[in-house]
């Protein structure tokens, strides 16, 4: 069965202070997506990142970058150089996308408190 | 923004009473998913709907039923309404190839209806 745990409920740190947020994801599929998604506190959820089972490369964008290791079975999420617009409900998600189902199972979240 | 619009933005309801949450999709997109978030936890999908019909489902039971037009918009029907029913429901859109690649968890959501059953 699938599953996503996130561990970490809340997270508060300090402006410009790098931050990770722990994903660990059960599968039996060996084809699968992981993605992350934001939540701010308007309601949507933004779509921050999306990574296929056969691409183990880990990725940076700016401030943000990902960690991909299946050995873990893990994708972690980290942020350089916190900022306050950062602070925001953080979502793991798994899905084995066969064709016709994009069901996406998440975890619950973490909180990520920014402090000025 | 994403372009994915939901109307009502909150609204209060009974047990047992009958509602229903609409959805605008991203101009361009022929795909929408409905999700239901209760409080504190992430996410977890009810079903979703490709050339208006249903395209998938999670474990919700019968009474949780959806539309989708052919402008691709949808709405999503809960019946025999329950306290465990409150959430925030939302409504992603996405555009499903019918040939090649597949662009999965592309979704673009909207801000979602609370819904409040009292």
């Known amino acids: 069965a699938q599953k996503v745990t996130q561990a970490q409920t809340e997270i508060s740190v300090v402006e410009k202070e790098d931050v990770t947020l722990d994903c660990v994801y059960e599968t039996r599929d060996t084809t699968y997506y992981l993605f992350w998604y934001k939540q701010p506190p308007s309601g949507e959820l933004v779509f921050l990142i999306r990574?296929?089972?056969?691409?183990?490369q880990n990725e940076i964008s700016g401030r943000y970058s990902w960690n991909f290791q299946k050995s873990t079975s893990s994708f972690n999420f980290t942020i350089t150089a916190s900022q306050v617009v950062d602070s925001a409900v953080y979502f793991c998600?798994?899905?084995?996308?066969?064709?016709?189902?994009?069901?996406?199972?998440f975890g619950k979240g973490t909180r990520l408190h920014i402090l000025p | 923004e994403t372009g994915v619009t939901q109307s009502p933005t909150h609204l209060i309801k009974t047990r047992g009473q009958q509602v229903t949450l609409r959805c605008s999709s991203q101009s361009g997109h022929n795909t929408v998913s409905w999700y239901q978030q209760a409080l504190g936890q992430g996410p977890q999908f009810i079903f979703q709907?490709?050339?208006?019909?249903?395209?998938g489902r999670g474990n919700f039971p019968p009474r949780f039923s959806g539309l989708q037009f052919p402008n691709y918009s949808s709405e999503l029907n809960v019946n025999a309404l329950e306290l465990d029913d409150s959430a925030l429901y939302l409504c992603a859109s996405s555009f499903y190839r019918t040939s090649g690649s597949r662009q999965t968890g592309e979704l673009f959501f909207g801000e979602g209806s609370r819904l409040t059953v009292l």
């Open positions: 990574r296929n089972s056969f691409d183990e």
């Open positions: 709907y490709y050339r208006e019909e249903e395209n």
């Open positions: 998600a798994l899905s084995e996308a066969r064709l016709g189902d994009d069901k996406i199972i």
